[in-house]
């Protein structure tokens, strides 16, 4: 299904995702889409995961993107636009800014608040850098504003976002990027498969943000559908499929009930879940095979030691 789209003149683009999600929960087999978790307050909670010690990617991206900077710099040139999907606090693009020189910056995210007051400040910082900002569900589809030039962009995805897509929900996101990319390419940061323990500490810390993260989606759903999730009702569970090579969350229920919401209501019983979120990991292998397929023909890749994570350049 095709989530309707409308722009308004401040370049944020609106959804309405009440008929996605109702649908979701009344699967078979529950599911919330993994972009809910991202609402401002989720977003302030998953920075929070970062600075977390059991949480690895954020800090070994940044060593990587910190060790390797002068070669990246190199293999992805300066200058043009940088198109940064699921920015966030914008801080990993900042990290760039310096070595690759974009005349152009374009932050595109899922939760439009929490996007604007990053970028505001960033403009203070780098006036010289032409910025703008986009509230954009682009799970589906990305659409780039006709005012941001074809001319080399290059499209900066971090944090191994890609591991929450399906394999082929994926390859349909890398395809559009290398067909909007023109002359220019992918920075992304793709997270490896590792060892159960280590995936598990990452996605169940003992201080419990991530639970709080998983749990506030609830929150974010009940401000899109007027439902009546109460949080206290689930808790957090984390599952990883070796098959699928992927970590899972979920939301279990501590007890029978019933959520309604306009026209509709789903039952629960105890121990059913929400499917929440995937996680996949990737060997080095199975994400250039994937970007192949993708249309890209050349990667550079760079790695940690331990080979936790990847950072990748494709074109």
């Given at each position: 299904?095709?989530?309707?789209?409308?722009?308004?003149?401040?370049?944020?683009?609106?959804?309405?995702?009440?008929?996605?999600?109702?649908?979701?929960?009344?699967?078979?087999?529950?599911?919330?889409?993994?972009?809910f978790?991202?609402d401002?307050?989720?977003?302030?909670?998953?920075?929070?995961?970062?600075?977390?010690?059991?949480?690895?990617?954020?800090?070994?991206?940044?060593?990587i993107?910190?060790?390797?900077?002068?070669?990246?710099?190199?293999?992805?040139?300066?200058g043009g636009t940088?198109?940064?999907?699921?920015?966030?606090?914008c801080?990993?693009a900042?990290?760039?800014?310096?070595?690759?020189?974009?005349?152009?910056?374009?932050a595109?995210?899922?939760?439009?608040?929490y996007?604007?007051?990053a970028?505001?400040?960033?403009?203070g910082?780098f006036?010289?850098?032409?910025?703008?900002?986009i509230?954009?569900?682009?799970?589906?589809?990305?659409?780039?504003?006709?005012?941001?030039s074809?001319?080399?962009?290059t499209?900066?995805?971090?944090?191994s976002?890609?591991?929450?897509?399906?394999?082929?929900?994926?390859?349909?996101?890398?395809?559009?990027?290398?067909?909007?990319?023109?002359?220019?390419?992918?920075?992304?940061?793709?997270?490896?498969?590792?060892?159960?323990?280590?995936?598990?500490?990452?996605?169940?810390?003992?201080?419990?943000?991530?639970?709080?993260?998983n749990?506030?989606?609830?929150?974010?759903?009940?401000?899109?559908?007027?439902?009546?999730?109460?949080?206290?009702?689930f808790?957090?569970?984390?599952?990883?499929?070796?098959?699928?090579?992927r970590?899972?969350?979920?939301l279990?229920?501590?007890?029978?009930?019933?959520?309604?919401?306009?026209?509709?209501?789903k039952?629960?019983?105890?121990?059913?879940l929400?499917?929440?979120?995937?996680s996949?990991?990737?060997?080095?292998?199975?994400?250039k095979k994937?970007?192949?397929?993708?249309?890209?023909?050349?990667?550079k890749?760079?790695?940690?030691?331990?080979?936790?994570?990847?950072?990748?350049?494709?074109?």
């Amino acid at each position: 299904m095709q989530i309707p789209i409308t722009s308004e003149d401040n370049g944020t683009i609106h959804h309405d995702f009440t008929h996605e999600i109702g649908i979701g929960l009344l699967a078979q087999s529950p599911s919330i889409s993994p972009k809910f978790l991202y609402d401002p307050l989720g977003s302030h909670l998953f920075t929070a995961i970062t600075l977390l010690p059991e949480y690895y990617p954020t800090n070994t991206e940044k060593n990587i993107f910190s060790q390797y900077q002068d070669q990246i710099a190199e293999a992805v040139g300066v200058g043009g636009t940088l198109i940064d999907l699921g920015a966030g606090n914008c801080q990993k693009a900042e990290s760039f800014f310096n070595a690759l020189k974009p005349s152009t910056y374009l932050a595109i995210d899922f939760s439009i608040e929490y996007l604007q007051d990053a970028v505001t400040k960033l403009k203070g910082k780098f006036p010289n850098i032409h910025m703008q900002c986009i509230g954009m569900d682009f799970s589906k589809q990305i659409l780039i504003p006709s005012s941001i030039s074809k001319t080399k962009r290059t499209f900066f995805y971090p944090g191994s976002s890609i591991g929450n897509f399906l394999s082929c929900e994926a390859l349909q996101l890398l395809s559009q990027i290398k067909n909007q990319s023109t002359d220019g390419g992918l920075l992304m940061g793709v997270d490896l498969m590792k060892e159960d323990s280590v995936l598990l500490a990452a996605y169940d810390d003992p201080l419990k943000v991530t639970a709080a993260f998983n749990l506030n989606i609830l929150n974010s759903v009940n401000s899109h559908l007027s439902s009546n999730f109460r949080l206290d009702q689930f808790s957090h569970k984390v599952k990883i499929n070796h098959e699928e090579n992927r970590v899972e969350l979920y939301l279990e229920a501590l007890e029978d009930l019933i959520v309604s919401w306009p026209e509709n209501s789903k039952v629960f019983k105890k121990g059913d879940l929400i499917h929440t979120e995937n996680s996949h990991k990737y060997t080095i292998e199975s994400i250039k095979k994937l970007l192949k397929n993708a249309g890209f023909e050349k990667t550079k890749i760079w790695t940690d030691p331990k080979e936790y994570f990847a950072v990748i350049y494709a074109q």
